[in-house]
């Protein structure tokens, strides 16, 4: 048996070891279909977003890669870009290609029917690989809009089958040590069938494609009342989970902050996470925010979210394992679930602060940020040009 004080030594090694990918896209301007608004300082270029990134690493110690869109990322020399990052104390992670805002994939775009259509999808993903080539990055992320609104609309086998075609010509294109992780999303932007609804049709079709091919779990792409961490189970038991778009949501995909919807629920995630050891740094599960910061701060929203998954994480390393497993295996319900809520009702925060300060960082690194006065310089630096973001 583990003593309380093994697990919260074991819980603080761990925990100075976890890193949460950031979207560059969290620091631009973002909204709904209703309105866009606009911040002060808010980044006008891949640069600017960086250095953003880094101020969350530089306060968390837990944020040393950045997330990349293209083309909204698109530069005109990665290598410079790179250069940059690490200049910042940061690197540059998972590509993600973009097909949902050219006029041609309105029907669709790997699943088109027209051939040609499919052909420029498809290049788009090749450029997207060559972009990595330039950054170093070891994942291409698809996410595709891919979908249709009304039954009869199109053929729904015929689809996958011409998915599963243009998947293939871009997984043969991989370098050996690349990945392709493939999301899923059960609705919008269409809304009778995605072609790539659940983590069942991105697992079948990642292992049609190879060892390489993994999916991609957004918690916020679940139909409502999903048992996310029943999913995370299984696809680490098929050893197929390449990365998490950790947000969360009171309804659609909010993408608001990981955790402040449904704190438990991400608790819960992080429980089977460490249940299926996968929290290592070499498990080969990603974790990253997808997020969208639409009326708060970006950096501090990305400071806060990152502090979230590390308290859930934190809880999830306090669970007493062997002590539940006992209940488990003997069929002790009410002990079971009470050792689970014993780790949940943990406030953590006193450890993480110390894990922080261990490392020379600070134990708030939320409070350590405002007293910073970064945002107020970036705001008086950051005059003219164009805000990136949606609707730039
Ligand atoms: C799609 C998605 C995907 C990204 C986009 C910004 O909803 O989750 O991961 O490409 O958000
Ligand atoms: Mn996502």
Redesign the pocket.
């Known amino acids: 048996m583990t003593t309380p004080e093994q697990r919260r030594q074991s819980a603080a090694d761990a925990l100075a070891q976890q890193t949460i990918e950031l979207?560059s896209?969290a620091f631009g301007n973002a909204g709904t279909r209703f309105k866009v608004f606009p911040t002060a300082g808010v980044p006008r270029d891949p640069f600017e977003k960086i250095s953003d990134a880094a101020q969350v690493h530089r306060h968390t110690g837990a944020a040393p890669r950045v997330s990349l869109?293209i083309p909204w990322d698109l530069v005109d020399d990665f290598g410079k870009l790179a250069a940059h990052a690490a200049d910042e104390g940061v690197t540059l992670g998972t590509i993600?290609s973009?097909v949902?805002q050219d006029d041609d994939y309105k029907l669709g775009s790997l699943t088109n029917a027209d051939p040609a259509v499919r052909r420029k999808a498809v290049q788009h993903h090749l450029q997207c690989l060559d972009v990595m080539r330039a950054t170093g990055s070891k994942d291409l992320?698809i996410?595709l809009?891919d979908g249709t609104n009304y039954p009869g609309q199109d053929d729904l086998r015929d689809r996958q089958d011409r998915l599963a075609e243009s998947l293939a010509e871009i997984y043969a294109a991989l370098d050996a040590d690349m990945r392709i992780v493939l999301?899923y999303?059960f609705f919008?932007p269409y809304f009778y069938a995605m072609d790539i609804p659940d983590w069942g049709t991105s697992l079948l079709h990642c292992l049609a494609l190879g060892e390489q091919a993994m999916v991609?779990l957004?918690t916020?792409?679940h139909a409502p009342g999903t048992n996310i961490e029943f999913i995370v189970a299984q696809l680490l038991r098929a050893g197929r989970l390449g990365a998490f778009?950790f947000n969360s949501r009171f309804y659609g995909?909010d993408?608001l902050m990981a955790g402040a919807a449904d704190p438990f629920q991400l608790f819960r995630i992080m429980n089977e996470i460490v249940r299926g050891d996968a929290l290592r740094p070499d498990s080969g599960v990603n974790f990253m925010l997808?997020q969208?910061h639409n009326i708060e701060e970006k950096v501090p929203g990305q400071i806060r979210s990152v502090m979230n998954v590390q308290e859930a994480t934190a809880k999830a390393l306090l669970v007493d394992r062997e002590a539940i497993g006992e209940a488990q295996r003997s069929g002790d319900v009410l002990a079971a679930n009470g050792l689970l809520m014993d780790a949940y009702s943990t406030d953590v925060r006193p450890l993480l602060a110390e894990v922080r300060e261990s490392r020379g960082l600070p134990a708030d690194p939320y409070r350590a940020f405002a007293a910073s006065g970064y945002l107020e310089r970036v705001r008086a630096e950051r005059v003219g040009g164009t805000q990136a973001g949606w609707g730039a």
Do not use: A, L, S
């Open positions: 979207p896209w869109h993600n973009n949902f992320k996410w809009p999301e999303k919008e991609v957004d916020g792409h778009d995909d993408d997808d969208c």
